[in-house]
């Protein structure tokens, strides 16, 4: 598990900042950096800290899966039938509050009302304690406010293949 975690947040690393940038996800490099270890103590039923929920559902995307990052930089991922959330890896510090700064930020996660749901659905979820927004877009219908499938692109290709929830 340390060394998937060691390729994965490097990996994320590069992506946000370049999703920041708004340069393209395929130019991300294979700079790798140092990560450290967590405990699995909070989870995202128990924080009261800010988490980002991305995920998919519905008939042509296969099992559903959430996969949450909390404010401490620990991810989680959760498909529809598992009673729990399962810890994935942790995530730097710095990758942590860039995402955020994203999420935040660049998609006004906090105010966007955007509740569009279809087939197959995608959403970002944002929650802090009582406070929480949703937005859900489909493939096939009303497209996504601007910045939301670029996120949802670019945080899903921090997971690798392998370690997503099948």
């Known amino acids: 598990m340390k060394q998937v975690s060691i390729f994965i947040f490097p990996l994320l690393l590069a992506l946000t900042s370049l999703f920041v940038q708004g340069q393209s996800i395929r130019t991300a490099g294979n700079k790798m950096r140092q990560v450290r270890p967590a405990s699995t103590d909070d989870t995202p039923i128990t ?3 800010n988490q980002i929920l991305v995920g998919s559902g519905g008939k042509g ?3 559903p899966a959430t996969y949450c990052l909390l404010d401490n930089g620990k991810l989680f991922g959760k498909r529809s039938h ?5 810890f ?4 730097t510090p710095v990758n942590t509050k860039r995402i955020f700064a994203v999420v935040e930020d660049k998609c006004k996660i906090k105010t966007v009302k955007f509740d569009h749901p279809g087939a197959t659905s995608k959403f970002i979820h944002w929650r802090k304690g009582k406070q929480e927004n949703k ?4 493939e096939t219908d009303k497209k996504a406010p601007a910045n939301y499938s ?3 692109e670019s945080f899903m290709a921090t997971i690798p293949v392998e370690l997503r929830l099948k």
């Open 82 to 86: 598992d009673k729990e959330f399962t």
């Open 88 to 91: 994935i890896a942790q995530q």
């Open 61 to 63: 995307t296969g099992l």
């Open 150 to 152: 670029k996120f949802y």
């Open 47 to 49: 924080y009261t800290g």
């Open 135 to 138: 937005v859900v877009w489909a």
